[in-house]
């Protein structure tokens, strides 16, 4: 149980291009996902928190209009990075926690998308 | 926020036990500790969660010294497959649980 999978897996587009990315809670339910950034020999950096059904909390240093996050359902979340330039390039994974949100909860995380723009 | 502090790298050879220190010297009352390992372009995956004292499971054991100042995530009789990075991180209600990552500890299991 507690699987999160990504969609696509890794994706390649032109520099300014929109890229939406999916996370989806496979066989439990989420109010709260969470995505992040990862660059090459690099630790994992929290971008942006998604609640279910209502606005996503952003990090500090990380652009709203950039990173549009929608959090419609209980299993499914969406980045989109829009106007995407190179030096968007990463891996972005998500992590989604089970309901009831206690803190002692633990995260589950998607396998990650490897985003290229050229 | 607690921040957790771990050796950047470690070696360790196949069949050996291998044991990883991860200080966090402002934990607060309600904070957990957890442990993740992430395999190269994949995502972290949970290892374990403690509150004190010792929790054990089928992958590995986690140390917690009652000033819950540090903890020690103590992987058994490592294999190749256990070459990854792991990441020592405290979860807070005040950041509303969420999951800070450090630059975690390379593990390279050597055979």
């Known amino acids: 149980g507690a699987v999160v999978s990504q969609h696509p897996s890794w994706v390649i587009c032109k520099s300014g291009t929109s890229v939406k990315i999916e996370c989806r809670s496979l066989?439990?339910?989420?109010?709260?996902m969470f995505w992040y950034r990862q660059f090459p020999k690099q630790s994992l950096m929290l971008m942006a928190t998604s609640n279910e059904g209502s606005k996503a909390t952003y990090e500090q240093g990380v652009e709203k209009d950039k990173f549009l996050i929608n959090h419609a359902s209980l299993t499914l979340s969406t980045l989109t990075v829009t106007s995407a330039h190179p030096e968007d390039s990463s891996f972005y994974i998500c992590?989604?926690?089970?309901?009831?949100?206690?803190?002692?909860?633990?995260?589950?995380f998607g396998p990650g998308t490897r985003l290229l723009v050229l | 926020l607690a921040k957790t502090t771990q050796p950047i790298s470690m070696d360790s050879y196949e069949g050996q036990e291998v044991n990883i220190t991860c200080s966090h010297n402002n934990i607060a009352t309600n904070d957990y500790i957890t442990w993740y390992q992430q395999f190269p372009s994949q995502g972290p995956r949970f290892i374990i969660q403690?509150?004190?004292t010792k929790v054990t499971n089928e992958v590995a054991s986690l140390f917690i010294p009652a000033d819950r100042k540090s903890s020690t995530l103590s992987l058994p009789r490592v294999s190749l497959s256990d070459t990854a990075v792991y990441y020592c991180?405290?979860?807070?209600?005040?950041?509303?649980?969420?999951?800070?990552f450090g630059q975690g500890t390379e593990l390279s299991v050597k055979p």
């Open positions: 066989d439990f339910q989420a109010t709260t």
């Open positions: 992590s989604a926690r089970p309901l009831p949100q206690a803190l002692q909860e633990t995260q589950y």
């Open positions: 991180l405290v979860k807070s209600r005040n950041q509303g649980g969420k999951l800070i």
């Open positions: 403690g509150y004190k």
